[in-house]
């Protein structure tokens, strides 16, 4: 099947505006879309063409049937029962979950404080995130902090970094043969990883059910949905679980990592933001609270830059359900072509972000996102289709900020070398290097 149908059998649009390119992966042609126009069209005004992500899932891989890989009426139907579970007000309700969640990194930061040792401040916020995540989403205590080597913390970092020869096979035939792999039931997840998570959700939700348990999570209100009377199998509600788990806790652990990075090269900025955090916690009794973190403009806007600077995912994708007529060209893209649009392309494009790779907040201020061209910021996606748990992950991140910068400054060790890099081979954002941070008490 070709890529494009057009009158003019080439890649320029007829009316010079765009330049179409496009790459392989493996056998399958992927349609690249670098125009914000194109990318409005695709991810809001034309969405009904490109409801599908066209991540691959099967039926004998259950973990890998979630939100993010299901397509058409399957995903819109979940979507709509997973939204209620995402509103402000939900997690207002489980902050006091997160909040507690900052034990052990409190702990962790001050001992290297005392110890003047440098931090592996990727793990280390790996380690809260997997905390946050774990109590939240499944109303378990992981205490990554306590154990060497804590069983939910290895299956997060086995799930994302660690394959074996036929995890790698199984990865790359889910990848590239897609529609082969469904036929004979190829694995996407590891079959380890696989039956911990379903055990350990499922062994929860019957100890819930059981003992007449409730907790304010994640869990909590998927077991509701499903004890509602809406069709949930056990399966999709670990596999929802599971979605949440692999997506919350390492895209967290990396922004707040990258942003206390980015501030220990930026005294100024650090001290800025530490002012305002310091201010705003003074009018709330010291306290952290929901509000207090609301009112935290600048935290924000610091966390926004570095998710433009290191998006968690490089690219976004899509697939074309039905012909699609491209506006003021004679161009259709066809049914079943897939669309990849560069996130990173996007956010490092000095035509929408001069002297892209400089770190700066002020770009998110009111009056600069007034003035921004529109889908040239996509951390989460947009559309119908955007990340459903944005709201949560911002939350993890934005209480370890707080908890970490109103008792530390952040320099950074001349251990770490620069620049990081970024690893090819990782799904979602991982730097070559490890970043080594110094943590002393104010």
């Known amino acids: 099947m070709p890529l494009l149908s057009s009158s003019s059998q080439n890649s320029s649009l007829t009316n010079g505006l765009w330049h179409l390119e496009g790459v392989f992966m493996g056998i399958q042609p992927y349609l690249i879309v670098i125009d914000p126009e194109i990318v409005k069209d695709v991810l809001i005004k034309d969405f009904q063409y490109f409801t599908d992500r066209g991540v691959y899932h099967t039926e004998s891989d259950p973990l890998s049937v979630h939100l993010f890989s ?15 579970v995402f509103t402000s007000a939900k997690m207002k309700a489980m902050f006091e979950t997160v909040l507690n969640c900052t034990e052990g990194l409190k702990s962790a930061l001050e ?67 897609p529609k082969i792999s469904q036929k004979i039931g190829v694995r996407s997840v590891q079959k380890e990883v696989s039956k911990f998570f379903l055990k350990s959700v499922s062994d929860t939700v019957n100890y819930r059910e059981k003992n007449n ?44 990592s990258m942003t206390l990075f980015e501030l220990s090269n930026n005294q100024k900025l650090q001290e800025k933001l530490r002012r305002e955090i310091l201010e705003v916690l003074k009018k709330h009794d010291n306290k952290i609270t929901y509000d207090a973190v609301a009112e ?34 004679d161009v259709t893209v066809d049914k079943g072509t897939p669309l990849m649009i560069s996130v990173s392309g996007l956010h490092h494009d000095p035509e929408y972000w001069p002297d892209p790779d400089r770190w700066d907040p002020d770009r998110f201020s009111e009056e600069n996102k007034q003035n921004r061209q529109l889908l040239t910021f996509l951390p989460f996606g947009d559309g119908p289709r955007n990340c459903i748990g944005l709201r949560f992950g911002l939350l993890q991140t934005k209480v370890a900020l707080i908890t970490t910068l109103t008792k530390y400054r952040v320099t ?19 730097t070559k290097n490890r970043i080594y941070l110094h943590f002393e008490k104010i």
């Open 412 to 430: 950074l060790s001349p251990k770490t070398i620069t620049p990081l890099g970024r690893d090819p081979e990782t799904f979602v954002l991982t």
């Open 296 to 329: 935290m403009k600048y935290l924000g806007q610091a966390i926004d830059e570095t998710l433009r600077v290191w998006p968690s995912l490089s690219t976004l994708t899509r697939v074309c359900t039905k012909d699609y007529k491209l506006k003021n060209s």
């Open 70 to 84: 299901q397509d058409g009426s399957t995903w819109k139907n979940a979507r709509i029962k997973f939204t209620s």
């Open 111 to 177: 001992e290297s404080a005392e110890q003047m040792s440098d931090v592996d401040i990727l793990e280390v916020a790996a380690r809260y995130t997997t905390d946050s995540i774990g109590s939240c989403a499944f109303g378990i205590e992981c205490n990554s902090f306590k154990h060497p080597d804590p069983e939910f913390r290895r299956m997060g970092r086995k799930v994302l970094d660690e394959f074996n020869l036929m995890d790698r096979l199984n990865l790359f035939m889910s990848i590239y043969a």
């Open 213 to 256: 348990v409730r907790r304010k999570d994640l869990l909590q209100m998927l077991i509701d949905i499903r004890n509602s009377g809406d069709s949930l199998s056990m399966n999709e509600l670990v596999a929802q679980v599971f979605l949440f788990f692999i997506a919350g806790f390492e895209t967290s652990s990396m922004t707040t």
